[in-house]
């Protein structure tokens, strides 16, 4: 059973070589991401319908504090934890620019993270 499992999982991860099969699991995915965002009582509007990502002004604030928590309990590492920083705060400007107006980070934390002279 466990290898079965094991199989099933590697065949998920790289059974990309059709394309029709993998439109239809990214489609099947963000239909189920919508699902739990709908039952989770997120407003239709505040999700994403091409990926099924909820992009709540909740959720923003979730997303923030997990980056603040993460630079208060094991420090931010501009070459380990930055691109994904970056990432994260472009994808969150580009679909709600609204809620974006500063770094995630509290300032000590901004200064903490740039580039060491």
Do not use: Q
């Amino acid at each position: 059973m466990r290898t079965r499992a094991r199989l099933l999982l590697l065949s998920f991860a790289t059974g990309r070589e059709d394309p029709v099969a993998e439109a239809d699991r990214c489609t099947s995915t963000a239909d189920a991401r919508i699902g739990l965002c709908l039952a989770a009582g997120v407003d239709i509007k505040d999700i994403d319908p091409a990926l099924g990502f909820d992009y709540s002004a909740a959720s923003y604030e979730r997303v923030r504090a997990s980056w603040r928590n993460l630079a208060r309990v094991h420090g931010f590492s501009h070459f380990h934890d930055g691109p994904a920083y970056e990432a994260a705060i472009a994808r969150w400007r580009a679909r709600r620019p609204d809620l974006v107006v500063d770094g995630w980070l509290g300032p000590e934390e901004e200064w903490a993270r740039r580039d060491p002279v």
